[in-house]
């Protein structure tokens, strides 16, 4: 079977394509490939980047004035993150094998897979950015592991630091520009394509087994390139959709998305 194809997709925007690479995860893990899995995870981590730097850019103001407080905020978010650390380190130390135990270690793995220095170092924007995770998390994804840990005010005090980040951000749109923007949703594309050439490379033999496992993996790339497919032949600009839930996002379109695309399939393919 040729599987070229998939090397000549549409440019996605980051939010569909942590959807596919989601789905696609899952995929991996139901045939038991642990790599190819984890593969797909890392690539997930750069397109929720991508996801969330588009997301802070187009609520951005147009203005030139520089954040105020904005390193105090940034002070703060760092405490935060080495008490959270400490506390999840401890808990999971000392009841390894209990739920709360258990609970601690998937919040840690969570909030901070390559540790707290990768997050307190880096620049305001992608602060912000794993900061709305950590409170999604919280108050969504992981609500019922954090339920278990006696966080006493921490969810509260990471509430306030994101409310007062996004408002020193908003203050500097220009710290956040469009070419930063692009790149990391390139770089999204890329990471996708790089999990599509793994996928390949674990089930190349041609058997039937294989091509039934491509096929799945690749279902999730398929349904949302139909999607895009249907909005440019109605000469709409592709939406976004919603990393989480999949829903379209009607207002988060990019109309530079209409260009002709050399890479992307004919309309009527």
């Not at 390139?186 to 990471?191: G, H, N, R, S, T």
Request: charged content about 30%; aromatic content about 8%.
């Amino acid at each position: 079977m040729d599987w070229t194809k998939y090397f000549k997709l549409y440019k996605f925007l980051p939010g569909r394509i942590v959807v596919m690479l989601l789905k696609m995860a899952q995929v991996a893990e139901s045939l038991q490939n642990e790599a190819l899995a984890s593969h797909c995870k890392s690539a997930i981590e750069i397109a929720r980047k991508a996801f969330g730097m588009k997301s802070i850019y187009k609520r951005q103001p147009r203005t030139t004035r520089n954040p105020e407080g904005t390193s105090n905020i940034d002070r703060r978010f760092g405490q935060w993150c080495k008490q959270c650390d400490a506390l999840l380190k401890s808990m999971s130390l000392a009841f390894e094998k209990r739920p709360i135990g258990m609970a601690a270690q998937k919040l840690l793995t969570a909030f901070f897979p390559k540790g707290i220095g990768v997050v307190v170092n880096d620049t305001y924007e992608n602060e912000l950015v794993v900061a709305e995770h950590l409170l999604y998390c919280i108050d969504h994804a992981l609500a019922a592991e954090w339920a278990k840990i006696p966080t006493e005010d921490l969810r509260d005090r990471l509430f306030e630091i994101v409310s007062e980040f996004r408002e020193a951000m908003q203050a500097s749109p220009n710290l956040l520009k469009s070419e930063t923007v692009k790149a990391a949703q390139a770089d999204a594309q890329k990471a996708l394509f790089r999990v599509i050439c793994a996928c390949i490379l674990a089930y190349s033999n041609g058997e039937s087994e294989d091509n039934a496992a491509l096929q799945k993996l690749f279902a999730p790339i398929e349904a949302q390139s139909a999607r895009v497919r249907k909005l440019r032949q109605k000469k709409t600009a592709p939406t976004d959709v919603d990393p989480e839930s999949g829903e379209e996002l009607v207002d988060d379109s990019d109309p530079g998305e209409l260009d002709e695309d050399p890479d992307a399939p004919e309309a009527d393919a």
